[in-house]
């Protein structure tokens, strides 16, 4: 059974930083290309960035309101992936999703951050 | 800005057929865009449906196909059934899958 199971959400203050964590089973994590997509309170959905497989380079792509900010990265020896997210504004609040889109179609369940004062 | 449209509301009767379509402010949407279609029902995490323009998940119910109509991606949905009712998003990609941009989302209704 494909699990994706999304940790380190939490309130946050302006300007502070929260690293999610993504730990994934049921499937050959080293192959997938791994994602997160965001979704603010009672709005549509939002991508925010992917990583490659170390066998297609590692690389990361981010949306344009995250770019700078938030740097995604994985440990393929935990099957895990990372969202370092800094400097964060009260409009990065939403629930994040890791998921492993495209051929794939694998959800996590989400992760509440909230950025308050 | 890359922009992804879709009917923010649609209403479809039971048994009946519906397409929803996704839009880009690029141009026409083709099958280098690789879209994905995704059904989100309230309270809960998106459940993806369609990927790279036609092809269903092994979970996906065979009354949903997708395709290309009109220079935009389409999810067409044929015999629909009361529990399809809920959020549906589409996804694009960009620069040969480097950038995503969802859709807004189109609310169905099955009334």
């Known amino acids: 059974e494909v699990q994706l199971v999304e940790s380190g959400g939490g309130l946050v203050k302006p300007g502070g930083s929260l690293r999610l964590s993504c730990a994934a089973s049921?499937?050959?994590?080293?192959?997938?290309?791994m994602s997160w997509v965001r979704q603010a309170p009672g709005k549509g959905l939002e991508w925010v960035g992917r990583?490659?497989?170390?066998?297609?380079?590692?690389?990361?792509d981010y949306a344009a309101a995250v770019k700078g900010r938030f740097t995604i990265s994985r440990d393929d020896s935990r099957n895990t992936v990372f969202l370092q997210m800094n400097s964060l504004q009260i409009e990065d609040t939403g629930v994040y999703y890791c998921?492993?889109?495209?051929?794939?179609?694998?959800w996590g369940q989400g992760t509440l951050v909230t950025v308050s004062s | 800005q890359t922009v992804v449209t879709q009917e923010p509301s649609l209403t479809v009767s039971p048994g009946g057929t519906v397409t929803l379509t996704c839009a880009s402010t690029?141009?026409?949407?083709?099958?280098?865009?690789?879209s994905n279609w995704f059904q989100q029902k309230p309270g809960q995490a998106p459940t993806s449906l369609i990927y790279?323009?036609?092809n269903r998940h092994s979970w996906t119910p065979a009354r949903f196909s997708g395709s290309l109509v009109g220079g935009k991606a389409a999810l067409t949905l044929s015999g629909v059934q009361p529990e399809d009712e809920g959020e549906y998003y589409c996804?694009?990609?960009?620069?040969?899958?480097?950038?995503?941009?969802f859709g807004g989302g189109t609310k169905l209704t099955v009334l």
């Open positions: 998921a492993v889109l495209l051929s794939r179609g694998y």
């Open positions: 049921g499937f050959t994590f080293s192959d997938a290309w």
């Open positions: 990583i490659k497989s170390k066998i297609d380079g590692t690389t990361t």
């Open positions: 690029t141009g026409a949407v083709t099958s280098g865009h690789y």
């Open positions: 790279n323009t036609i």
């Open positions: 996804l694009l990609y960009y620069g040969g899958a480097q950038l995503g941009v």
